[in-house]
């Protein structure tokens, strides 16, 4: 079935520097990416949208700057925390349409702690 | 945009006995409803869904009921197992936009 390869899965970083988060679809093309935040306990929160090729659209209350999105080619796409504080830690999580019987197809996860 | 409420945040059954999670949504342009599992610290795992041609969907022990009109969709499972203990989560989709996910509700099959 349709696999979302998600990386890192877990990362600890220092206050004021930039994390990068990459997911890529092994087998199949991902024109669209999904990007969801989890708190402990707390339902996924839907961050923004990536469209290969074009801008990403952030939910209300998502800063754009903060959250550097990129989907440059069909199978990757890539979010970046940047300047991160320790209220950025949480669960991040993207999931692509991969059609089919299942619809969307989520990685794995990467748990994100700013120290 | 779509807003998805589900209950309850919390449920705790037997084993052996029934567990419903409720979920209602108020774009009525939606029309993909999926039931997501988490377990601890993992990629939520589809278990069933449907869509808003279908009023009742049924995969051995879990059934998922829709009522377009009152924008409420259910999700019921039969016969409990321990191993059924996790977080679920609804979610609501129109074809090709955002999919948005209920608050979750934590389930514990108690042996």
């Known amino acids: 079935g349709a696999v979302v390869s998600q990386h890192p899965s877990w990362v600890i970083c220092k206050s004021g520097t930039s994390v990068k988060i990459e997911c890529r679809s092994l087998d199949f093309q991902a024109t669209t990416m999904f990007w969801y935040r989890q708190f402990p306990k707390q339902s996924l929160m839907l961050m923004a949208t990536?469209?290969?090729?074009?801008?990403?659209?952030?939910e209300q209350g998502v800063e754009k700057d903060k959250f550097l999105i990129n989907h440059a080619s069909l199978t990757l796409s890539t979010l970046t925390v940047t300047s991160a504080h320790p209220e950025d830690s949480s669960f991040y999580i993207c999931s692509a349409p991969s059609g089919g019987l299942y619809g969307y197809t989520f990685g794995s996860g990467t748990r994100l702690t700013v120290v | 945009g779509e807003n998805v409420e589900q209950h309850p945040s919390t449920l705790s059954v037997q084993e052996g006995d029934s567990a419903v999670i409720k979920c209602t949504y108020s774009?009525?342009?939606?029309?993909?409803f999926p039931w997501y599992k988490q377990e601890l610290g993992k990629r939520p795992q589809l278990i069933i869904d449907i869509r808003s041609n279908v009023g009742e969907k049924k995969d051995q022990r879990i059934a998922v009921t829709l009522n377009k009109t009152a924008k409420h969709f259910s999700l019921h499972i039969t016969e409990t197992q321990p191993e059924d203990s996790a977080v679920y989560f609804c979610a609501a989709s129109s074809t090709g936009n955002q999919f948005y996910f209920g608050t979750g509700t934590s389930l514990t099959v108690i042996p």
């Open positions: 990536s469209n290969e090729g074009s801008k990403a659209t952030y």
């Open positions: 774009d009525s342009a939606s029309n993909y």
